[in-house]
């Protein structure tokens, strides 16, 4: 039983919020104000609805925030970090590491860490890639860092796994996988993430809430009747399910949730630290 959890839990619930708000923009060459309003929006009207939702509900848990959001918006990362949510590592200006070289990977990770612990006193231990877009070095780095979890990749879907390094791929031979490290990988998946069913982009978004929550709803069902120790994760972003119709389906999963017995709703912190080796 990898995951020790608290007596009577039988799986547990992260209810994660990437609060991106004006950096996503900014890292997608974006300046326009109509762009960087939708950013805003997380900021302005997003996080206190979560922050409501969460103190009803009596939740604590996890949000990514980019260095730069913690520097534009200070106000708002530091009432996050006091009502006891962890505040974790989600890059400096949202920039991909994949287009980043390792000198630039490098600094744009400390820099991010820097701008978190001026607001909390404590430095970052998770790290989730904006876009979830892991570098080469990505992982090497954050362990270089004594961070204790990530949480970017899909290799499972409810079981948290150690990741690994040194892997080697070719077009003209086998994989070769390299070996494993000691960083938690708590894993992501793109049906459940807010951000592709619901926010508008030119390929798609705008989902109906009812669709949305047949596929939240069914991942979690599905994890409670069979899978032995899961870790539920949802990726959220304030200036998309802040939205009313949305946060309104966030709530109704929620209560979903409180609804099947012995189900435990955990800080990312809080899942790595209770992994057994
Ligand atoms: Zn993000």
Not at 181 to 202: G, K, M, Q, R
């Amino acid at each position: 039983m990898p995951l020790d959890l608290p007596s009577s839990a039988i799986c547990a619930v992260c209810l994660t919020f990437d609060f991106d708000a004006i950096s996503a923009w900014l890292s997608m060459k974006e300046r326009s104000p109509t762009a960087i309003s939708r950013g805003e929006f997380g900021a302005r009207v997003g996080v206190s609805r979560i922050l409501s939702l969460l103190e009803k509900h009596d939740l604590k848990t996890t949000f990514f925030v980019p260095g730069h959001t913690a520097d534009t918006y200070p106000e708002i990362v530091r009432k996050i970090h006091e009502k006891g949510h962890e505040v974790a590592h989600h890059g400096y200006c949202h920039e991909s590491p994949m287009d980043l070289n390792y000198e630039e990977e490098v600094a744009v990770l400390d820099k991010g860490t820097s701008s978190l612990r001026v607001l909390t006193g404590e430095r970052p231990l998770g790290y989730r890639a904006p876009s979830w877009k892991t570098s080469l070095n990505t992982l090497e780095l954050l362990l270089e860092r004594d961070f204790i979890y990530d949480s970017s990749t899909m290799a499972d879907d409810f079981t948290p796994y150690k990741c690994r390094v040194g892997d080697e791929a070719s077009l003209t031979h086998r994989f070769k996988f390299g070996r494993e490290s000691s960083l938690l990988e708590i894993p992501v998946a793109w049906n459940l993430d807010d951000w592709t069913l619901f926010e508008y982009e030119e390929s798609g978004g705008l989902s109906a809430p009812s669709k949305v929550y047949e596929i939240w709803v069914g991942d979690f069902d599905y994890m409670y009747r069979h899978v032995e120790n899961g870790v539920f994760t949802l990726t959220l972003h304030p200036q998309v399910i802040g939205r009313g119709h949305r946060i309104v389906v966030l709530e109704k999963l929620i209560k979903h949730m409180r609804n099947c017995p012995n189900v435990w709703f955990a800080r990312m912190i809080d899942i790595a630290k209770a992994w057994k080796d």
